[in-house]
């Protein structure tokens, strides 16, 4: 199913999630894909979709702290790259998880609506998979996300 009839068919918000995450291997690939909502009233990350729901379930959280990673993908709105696991473990405590998983990379871009980083599609690969090539080919990717973030976010308020 496509993105554009995925969001249009019953299921939501699951079936707009996993046709972005069908979207993200065409586009780009991941082992592990995932996607974070940021709650800044609580100030925490909270996952919202995961293709490996053992490992990564949805609704776990992170908090949201103020570092490198928030400077690039929050402050300047550009796509986080880490292409070895030391890049990972400086933002990322759960390191050992995500190398124990076969990834090395990871590639965060952001979604934004309004002018403001509603969340992040998370890509992880093996090292150096994420490539300028693929950074940029990423870019195709926050519409459909903001799609996705929209329909969860209709859902979640019930309408």
Known sequence: MEFTEAMAAKGQPDASFEA???LVQETVGAKLFTTMIIDRENEVVRRNFTNMPDAYPVSGEKPLNKDRWSDIVEG????FVANSIDEIAAVFPDYELIQSLGCESCMNVPVTI???????LNCLH?????TDE??????ALKLPGAVAFLIHETRKKGA
């Open 20 to 22: 972005l995450a069908r």
């Open 76 to 79: 300047q709105h550009k796509t």
């Open 114 to 120: 309004d002018g403001q980083v509603v969340g992040t």
């Open 126 to 130: 093996e090292a150096g998979y994420y």
């Open 134 to 139: 693929k950074v940029a080919a990423a870019e």
